[in-house]
């Protein structure tokens, strides 16, 4: 079995782009999300795009694909809402060890073609386990901040149910991601050691935090370096930041995680800040270079994009990825 951990010592790995962007593409219609099994689901279903792996799997394969043909190392499965918590908002929490295992069989299928057609460069499917749309450190009421919308154990139950499904649907690593409130995160990885335990299986771990503003803390209030203090008890594969920021405007906290982490470290921005409009205008180029200040300044392991990057995108940052050695390990003081 091909380790990702020999991977990671060899070269800087790619990550795909958003998963959003390029299903918007398909302009898929309420009855498109809702397809045959679910075109009496009493629910609105459209902009439920965990479900497209069961409605439109062809589309979930092609946007695979793409992003391996552009270059990518590893891509992730469509599951970023992929809980009880989150699929409430549709009335599918049912459903939800189905999206997962679906969506990461999906996914792994494309990813061992690739494999087999160039066992040179092998393929990785990150499982995507999402925020969900709920904190746990803060509350949704400013007239109460004592109350709390969600519990840790809520949260552990809704994650546990999600990471037992990617994990049989064949997923070779975890990524908890976006994350904004480290208590949810804390929730997801005491979930995983709980999997991990009982199955006695040693499935890797990605943590990619959130950076919310110039502030240079996650929405919970956390900087960088409290972040990777609560997250490290863990044995990670890489720690990382995504979404929010430009690769521009989250250089700086990369570089703070860099010099401090004897992980991995991961990032895979914004394609630059939203307009006016909340469309992401950054070019391939653009963003290239501003990755390539990255990889010179040695801070990367694993790069990739988040909102409203493309396979464009992805391919700029590979091409530029390959001629550069991945970041050298720290070992924190």
Do not use: W
């Not at 790619?14 to 009496?40: C, H, I, P």
């Not at 946007?63 to 699929?87: P, Q, R």
């Not at 995160?185 to 009982?198: C, G, N, P, Q, R």
């Amino acid at each position: 079995m091909i380790n990702i951990n020999n991977e990671l010592k060899e070269k800087i790995l790619v990550l795909d782009g958003a998963m959003g962007t390029m299903l918007q593409e398909y302009n898929f219609s309420e009855e498109d999300f809702r397809g045959e099994r679910f075109k009496d689901y009493p629910s609105s279903l459209k902009g439920n795009n965990d479900l497209l792996s069961l409605t439109q799997p062809k589309a979930i394969a092609e946007v695979h694909a793409k992003y391996f043909e552009a270059g990518a190392d590893i891509v992730e499965t469509n599951t970023f809402s992929g809980t009880t918590i989150a699929m409430a908002d549709y009335n599918m929490e049912e459903l939800v060890y189905e999206l997962n295992f679906e969506s990461a069989r999906i996914a792994k299928e494309v990813a061992d073609k690739f494999t087999k057609a160039n066992p040179e460069k092998p393929r990785f499917v990150a499982g995507s386990i999402g925020p969900t749309n709920k904190t746990a450190s803060l509350s949704p009421d400013v007239n109460r901040p004592e109350y709390r919308a969600i519990t840790f154990d809520e949260l552990r139950i809704a994650y546990k149910q999600q990471i037992e499904a990617l994990i049989d649907g064949g997923v070779d690593v975890l990524l908890v991601e976006t994350i904004f409130d480290t208590l949810n995160a804390k929730a997801a990885l005491f979930a995983i050691e709980e999997v991990k335990e009982e199955r006695e299986i040693d499935t890797p771990v990605m943590v990619s935090g959130t950076i919310t503003d110039a502030s240079g803390r996650t929405l919970s209030g956390q900087t960088v370096e409290a972040f990777l203090t609560s997250i490290s008890h863990i044995p990670l594969l890489s720690v990382g930041f995504n979404c929010a920021l430009g690769a521009e405007q989250l250089k700086p906290y990369l570089q703070r995680l860099s010099d401090i982490t004897g992980f991995h470290t991961s990032a895979h921005p914004n394609a630059g800040l939203p307009n006016a409009f909340g469309e992401y205008d950054q070019t391939p180029n653009q963003m290239q270079a501003l990755i390539k200040d990255y990889l010179q300044d040695g801070l990367i392991n694993i790069i990739g994009g988040c909102c409203g990057t493309s396979p464009v995108h992805i391919k700029a940052i590979a091409e530029v990825a390959q001629n550069y050695k991945p970041r050298a390990i720290v070992i924190p003081a």
